[in-house]
């Protein structure tokens, strides 16, 4: 699998899915930029997480609130105090390490560094607060200290009242947000499945209380349907339901969604969380703004704090995910392939248009069709180098469908369309291609 990671890392560089940040300068460390294909292929994981959450649905409404907030919201939040993990350094080889991380207790005077096999070197754990900090302002002093947003949550509990009243919305309804969030994380790595930078897609469900355990149960199934519907093996998916020891200050249940990624010595990794997070978000505003955070309940006559279930997934960990589950490598004819089988729907494009060689009017036909298709769909146009080349090009970026404009084109009006996945090719007349494209992409 480590295996598997590092072609991916190559790959997502040599095809512009992922390039390392400030490259130029030897790269930051933790932080990804995402290139021409992973910009697509990310906007298709958001587009296909806001169509699911808000407007497939009309209990659920969009938000975009600001990174930067009052820095009393992270006292409310709990972050200020809780939002730390335990570090410890061994005083041997200067690694560091998260406490919580090691399966072994680092605090017993012998053990050992797993680094470099010393006993008796690890410092104290010490709290480590993960959020960044900066000044507002021209004066730096601790009256303008802001910090910015850890994650994207908050942004939506402050907006409670104004999302409610200007959307009419009654209970139970949610609102959903996707931004970046930023946390000065003690173990970043794996690529970018924790950085210090990344995106989050949350979705804070607004409840009755005492409707937890059914709201719970009902965003956990929708979540897992959704990254199954992104063509995921089911079989690389699983719940984990937290234990009590294992809750977040804010949780009252949790369950994360789990990939197999494949990476350490457990292969199962968090993918996304749903939680429970009872009245602890609202309530804790209300006391720390002063601003009454309550509802009425007209059907009921009552009021009270609406009880929350947060639905929060990451959009890197997810565009890691469909990477990983997608690709493949196979031999044919004793040549390696190597291609991404990613859902069409997903897929950074959705087809790309040849023509065989470059003469003959076939670039012309070629550029006409792409021109067409391009109005609704992203393709694009290629006819650099060999046939063989430029079809392995678009296997390794996970286009779904080459269309070749070949010399029976010339005489016939049709196409070839080659099906990705099993190479196998099919004629299509040129003023149906729009039609067929769209048929295939729905269809897969
Ligand atoms: N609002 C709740 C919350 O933020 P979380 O479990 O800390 O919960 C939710 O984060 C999701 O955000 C994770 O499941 C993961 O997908 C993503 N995430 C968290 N930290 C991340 C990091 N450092 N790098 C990439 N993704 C991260």
């Known amino acids: 699998m480590e295996n598997v990671m590092e072609k991916l890392v190559a790959l997502c560089k040599r095809r512009g899915f992922v390039f390392p940040s400030s490259e130029i300068y030897g790269g930051i460390n933790a932080c990804w930029d995402y290139g021409p294909m992973g910009t697509r292929l990310k906007n298709n994981i958001k587009t296909s997480w806001m169509n699911a959450m808000t407007r497939l649905r009309e209990d659920v409404v969009p938000l975009d609130a600001a990174i930067l907030m009052h820095p009393r919201v992270w006292e409310a939040s709990g972050h200020l105090t809780e939002f730390t993990d335990p570090l410890i350094d061994c005083r041997h080889c200067k690694t560091r390490f998260r406490a919580d991380d090691?399966?072994?207790?680092?605090?017993?005077?012998?053990?050992?560094?797993?680094?470099?096999?010393?006993?008796?070197?690890?410092?104290?754990?010490?709290?480590?607060?993960?959020?960044?900090?900066?000044?507002?302002?021209?004066?730096?002093?601790?009256?303008?200290?802001?910090?910015?947003?850890?994650?994207?949550?908050?942004?939506?509990?402050?907006?409670?009242?104004n999302v409610r009243v200007s959307a009419r919305k009654k209970l139970p309804f949610g609102i959903a947000q996707i931004g970046k969030a930023f946390r000065n994380e003690i173990t970043p790595g794996n690529f970018i499945f924790r950085t210090r930078e990344f995106e989050q897609m949350e979705m804070q469900y607004f409840i009755k209380p005492g409707e937890n355990a059914k709201w719970f149960e009902y965003?956990?199934?929708?979540?897992?349907?959704?990254?199954?519907?992104?063509?995921?093996?089911?079989?690389?998916?699983?719940?984990?339901?937290?234990?009590?020891?294992?809750?977040?200050?804010?949780?009252?249940?949790?369950?994360?969604?789990?990939?197999?990624?494949?990476?350490?010595?457990?292969?199962?990794?968090?993918?996304?969380?749903?939680?429970?997070?009872?009245?602890?978000?609202?309530?804790?505003?209300?006391?720390?703004?002063?601003?009454?955070?309550?509802?009425?309940?007209?059907?009921?006559?009552?009021?009270?704090?609406?009880?929350?279930?947060?639905?929060?997934?990451?959009?890197?960990?997810?565009?890691?995910?469909?990477?990983?589950?997608?690709?493949?490598?196979?031999?044919?004819?004793?040549?390696?392939?190597?291609?991404?089988?990613?859902?069409?729907?997903?897929?950074?494009?959705?087809?790309?248009?040849?023509?065989?060689?470059?003469?003959?009017?076939?670039?012309?036909?070629?550029?006409?069709?792409?021109?067409?298709?391009?109005?609704?769909?992203?393709?694009?146009?290629?006819?650099?180098?060999?046939?063989?080349?430029?079809y392995a090009r678009m296997d390794e970026v996970g286009t779904p469908f080459c269309l070749t404009v070949d010399g029976q084109t010339l005489t016939d009006q049709t196409v070839t369309i080659r099906y990705r996945d099993t190479l196998e090719q099919e004629r299509c007349a040129i003023d149906r291609l729009r039609e067929r494209l769209g048929e295939l992409i729905a269809g897969a």
Request: charged share 30%.
């Open 219 to 390: 965003w956990k199934e929708q979540r897992m349907n959704w990254n199954l519907a992104l063509g995921i093996d089911p079989q690389r998916l699983r719940f984990h339901d937290h234990a009590p020891d294992e809750l977040a200050h804010y949780a009252r249940a949790a369950s994360d969604i789990q990939f197999q990624f494949g990476f350490g010595t457990d292969p199962w990794h968090e993918l996304e969380g749903i939680h429970d997070r009872g009245e602890y978000d609202l309530s804790h505003h209300q006391e720390f703004s002063g601003k009454k955070l309550e509802y009425f309940d007209e059907a009921s006559r009552e009021r009270y704090i609406p009880n929350i279930i947060e639905t929060s997934a990451g959009c890197d960990r997810t565009l890691l995910m469909i990477l990983i589950d997608g690709y493949r490598e196979e031999e044919i004819k004793g040549e390696k392939r190597v291609f991404l089988g990613l859902h069409p729907r997903i897929a950074p494009l959705k087809a790309a248009i040849f023509p065989l060689v470059k003469k003959e009017g076939m670039p012309e036909i070629a550029r006409r069709i792409y021109e067409e298709l391009m109005q609704r769909f992203d393709v694009v146009y290629d006819e650099g180098g060999s046939i063989g080349r430029r």
């Open 102 to 161: 090691l399966d072994f207790d680092p605090t017993l005077p012998d053990a050992q560094c797993p680094k470099c096999g010393m006993r008796g070197t690890f410092t104290e754990p010490r709290r480590f607060n993960l959020m960044f900090k900066t000044f507002m302002g021209p004066v730096e002093d601790t009256a303008n200290v802001i910090y910015i947003r850890p994650e994207t949550a908050q942004g939506i509990y402050v907006n409670f009242d």
